[in-house]
């Protein structure tokens, strides 16, 4: 479960958690005319288990201290630009 916890000073620590899986679908599908797409889409909402495989799993895991600066000065961006100039030559 991710959570955000306000702390004294500014400070906000985070726990974020995150989990992904991607399944195949295991029948050969073709892929129809644009028009189609929307439909194809909806079609391929299959609950039969026996036509998806799983394929890859990710879960993330991460925790964090912040502590926000709201001063004024915080509050201005000034950022050199110059070498995005150089990379584009």
């Given at each position: 479960m991710s959570s955000i916890r306000f702390?004294?000073?500014?400070?906000v620590d985070v726990d974020l958690h995150l989990g992904c899986s991607v399944w195949l679908y295991k029948e050969s599908v073709e892929i129809p005319l644009i028009q189609d797409f929307m439909n194809f889409i909806v079609?391929?909402?299959?609950?039969?288990?026996?036509?998806?495989?799983?394929?890859?799993?990710?879960?993330?895991?991460?925790?964090?201290?912040?502590?926000?600066?709201?001063?004024?000065?915080?509050?201005?961006?000034?950022?050199?630009?110059?070498?995005?100039?150089?990379?584009?030559?």
């Open positions: 702390k004294d000073g500014n400070r079609d391929l909402y299959d609950e039969d288990e026996e036509k998806w495989e799983k394929h890859r799993s990710v879960y993330i895991s991460m925790r964090s201290m912040l502590e926000l600066d709201f001063d004024e000065s915080a509050k201005k961006f000034d950022f050199d630009f110059d070498w995005v100039n150089t990379l584009a030559k």
